[in-house]
Structure formats: C-alpha cells, structure tokens
C-alpha cells in the first residue's frame, strides 16, 4: 500500500496550516460554500444581477482582513489538492469590521453600500451574542462542493476546535449558520444556541461549543 492511500485506495486527508501561497485556492473553495447559502443570498441580494461578483469580492476581503490580522487559518489536503479550510478568529479578536476603512471602501466598491451595510449589521449583531469569558470565532469554513459528504468537513471542524484548546484564554468555539440543514452535523458536534439573528423569512443560528485544554492536537506549522 503507497504512502497517502488507505487500504481501499482513497487518499489519506493532511491538516495543514495556511500561508499566503493558498489564498486564491481558499477563496474559490469559500466561494462556492457560501455562494448558495441562504444567509449569503439574503445580506448580499441573490435576485438582484452581479450577485456572484458580490459574494465573490466579500469572500476576497474577509480572508484578507483575517491574514491581514494574522489570524489562525487550516486545511485540509488531498492530494495535493487543498479542498477544505478554516479561518479562525482569536479570542482576543472582537473584529470591528466598521472601523476597517480600507475594507469599507473595497467592500462599497465592489459589494456596493446598501449590501456592505447590510452585513455590518448582521456581523454587530453576532458580536452582541458572542459568550463571556471571550472565545474563538470561526468567521469563514467551507468545503470543495466536490468533496463533500466525504468527512473532511468534520475533519477541519474538530481540528480548529483543537487549535482552539491550544489557547487557554479561550472559553470555547462560536460559529453560525443560516442553513437548518447543517444544524444536526453542529449539534452531534457539541454546539448549543446562543440565539438566533432575523433574516428576512429565515433565521441564522448562533452557535457555541465549549473546549477544554485536554482537546489538543499537533497541526503542522
């Protein structure tokens, strides 16, 4: 049996943590996650034209706030095909995305104003439910389309949750989602609600997970 496969010839997935080199591949895999989620299709008008382009250029400006900010980010690896990753915020991190002007502009630019005004709202109101003592945010997560229900989904979520417990001033993990669907794969994970943000006819669901030092794991640097 050759090295990166198992014994029923699929590849063996590798965590790995992210540099510069792999921002244009995270950005087209956090496109096509968000591209067809229901909270993305409400802050940034799917029936309106130029929706693509919006969610496209928002994507572009939130990874590079959060290398900007030289936050945490991981993946996940198949041969030699980076096809999952995580962006996570630090505890110490309470992004105050309306004080970032070089992003205003960008984001007004290309996302155009009502839309980039739309979603600061939306991210003040997730900041307004974030827990006491601080925790982590896990702000961008997405997974290659074509690989999903494989597992690797799984895979990132419990390594950032182990990065997480890296940092002991850190209470927990907290995460959100406008898509129901996704609520059970949270649940069987750990996380509870911390409330719910109203959109449009849908609700996004605020979600936390407590982690304790002992949930530790060796990613490669």
Not at 78 to 94: C, K, S
């Amino acid at each position: 049996m050759s090295d990166g496969e198992d014994k029923n010839n699929n590849p063996e997935p590798v965590v790995v943590r992210l540099d510069e080199s792999a921002r244009n591949e995270a950005r087209s895999i956090l496109f096509h996650a968000y591209l067809k989620e229901p909270t993305f299709q409400y802050l940034f008008d799917h029936r309106k034209s130029g929706y693509e382009q919006r969610v496209r250029a928002t994507v572009r400006e939130l990874i590079d706030v959060y290398l900007g900010l030289n936050q945490e980010s991981v993946g996940v690896m198949v041969d030699d095909t980076l096809v999952a990753v995580a962006f996570i915020g630090e505890p110490e991190l309470r992004l105050n995305l309306a004080e970032q002007i070089s992003w205003r502009i960008r984001m007004v630019l290309t996302a155009g104003f009502a839309c980039t005004r739309r979603y600061l709202d939306y991210h003040e109101k997730i900041k307004q439910l974030l827990p006491q003592p601080l925790a982590h945010q896990l702000p961008l997560m997405g997974v290659n389309p074509s690989y999903q229900s494989q597992g690797y989904g799984r895979l990132l979520l419990s390594t950032v949750e182990r990065l997480c417990a890296e940092n002991p001033r850190g209470s927990g993990l907290v995460l959100d989602t406008g898509n129901s669907r996704y609520l059970p794969f949270y649940e069987s994970e750990g996380f509870r609600s911390l409330g719910k943000i109203r959109l449009g006819d849908f609700e996004d669901h605020v979600l936390f997970r407590e982690v304790r030092p002992a949930e530790q794991v060796a990613v490669p640097g």
